[in-house]
């Protein structure tokens, strides 16, 4: 068995994961979905949602795409909001931060 290569940590718990994951949950509600309804548009359980919203799972670059998408939201704006986060900030830590992520 091969280990990960140092540097490179495999955590699920790390601050920006835990903002990635705010920040999705934040583009589900401002579309006004449930982790039910937003399951059904990904033709996934609402387990699948609600384990990556928690942080118990990540999403690959596939499921992310298709997740924005199901979302109405553009997945290179929702990219981009992630990045001008910062490292270890959650979108909650920008007061008054908009995230206009709706596809156009």
Known sequence: MTSAPRGI?????????????????GARKAAGLTQHALALRVKKPQSFVAKYEGGERR?????FIR??????A????????????????SPRAKAGAKWDTRAR
Do not use: N, W, Y
């Open 9 to 25: 940590g495999k955590s699920i718990h790390s601050s920006d994961q835990a903002a990635f994951c705010e920040l999705m949950i």
């Open 59 to 63: 999403l690959d670059v596939v499921e």
């Open 67 to 72: 997740t924005s998408r199901a979302l109405d």
């Open 74 to 89: 553009d997945p290179l704006k929702l990219l981009a909001a992630f990045l001008t986060i910062g490292k270890g900030k």
